[in-house]
């Protein structure tokens, strides 16, 4: 099992509107990297959830550090 983990994918795309558009009624994280496309489908509850975590974590972000 490969443990070794990038800490950012090489584009990030959310989309509001549904997935496809025909389903309105949930979200989806559509994460690109190296090895390909993943989509993460939320209900609202969840998408609510994961903004919520998101806005706190980065709350407590500190600034990047300068060499």
Known sequence: MNTTRKTTADIV???AT???????????????THK??????????QALLIA???RETA????KPKTS
């Not at 390909?36 to 509850?45: M, T």
């Open 13 to 15: 795309l959310g989309f």
């Open 59 to 62: 709350a407590k972000l500190e």
């Open 52 to 54: 919520k975590t998101i």
């Open 18 to 32: 549904g997935w496809p558009e025909q389903q309105p009624d949930i979200m989806v994280l559509s994460l690109t």
């Open 36 to 45: 390909g496309v993943q989509d993460f489908a939320f209900n609202k509850e």
